[in-house]
């Protein structure tokens, strides 16, 4: 076989197998910290809210403590082309959300992403997100060294009125 035919076949394969690989280091039944790039990066409580029909947005949900220091940069779901990650917080009285462009994760702590508070946005939604399913989520991670790391989870949908915290009366929302 020539050298162009042997790296063909071992693209393809890899293209067929890393699917697989990705699903089987992330399954619920994993809790354990997974190996990004060298580096220890636990997930825990991974979830998604489900959405209702018309509904263009929903937020992913989870705890990330990396063993060294990282940053989150971005996410990406082949649900949505548009995911960022963002930070909700009442300012002057007024809840307002923005797009963070990195998200700092300190060595040996845990980062909550929870509603109210640091969180992924899923957004341009072109149909409800039901609970029950499972979306693909990758996680785009930067070591301390600057070295792009990724991260892909397979993420459970609950329903609407699941809540990470007590709930509070919010007087308004601004984007």
């Known amino acids: 076989m020539s050298p162009i035919r042997i790296s063909s076949l071992l693209i393809a394969l890899a293209a067929a197998v890393t699917p697989f690989a990705s699903q089987a280091q992330t399954t619920p039944a994993r809790a354990a910290a997974t190996a990004v790039s060298g580096h220890q990066l636990q997930v825990h409580d991974a979830w998604i809210r489900a959405t209702v029909t018309g509904q263009q ?8 403590q990396p063993s060294q220091a990282m940053t989150l940069v971005g996410a990406r779901s082949p649900l949505t082309p548009v995911v960022e990650v963002h930070e909700m917080a009442v300012i002057d009285g007024v809840m307002k ?3 963070l462009p990195e998200l700092p994760l300190p060595a040996g702590q845990a980062t909550a992403l929870k509603p109210g508070g640091y969180h992924i946005m899923l957004m341009d939604l072109k149909a409800p997100v039901q609970a029950g399913s499972v979306i ?18 397979q993420v459970p949908v609950h329903a609407l009125t699941r809540s990470a915290g007590p709930q509070q009366k919010m007087p308004m929302m601004h984007h």
């Not at 947005?57 to 990330?64: E, K, N, P, R």
């Open 136 to 153: 693909p989520l990758t996680l785009e991670l930067r070591d301390a060294q600057g070295k792009a790391v990724e991260r892909t989870l």
């Open 57 to 64: 947005a929903t937020g992913a949900f989870m705890q990330l």
């Open 97 to 99: 959300m923005r797009h």
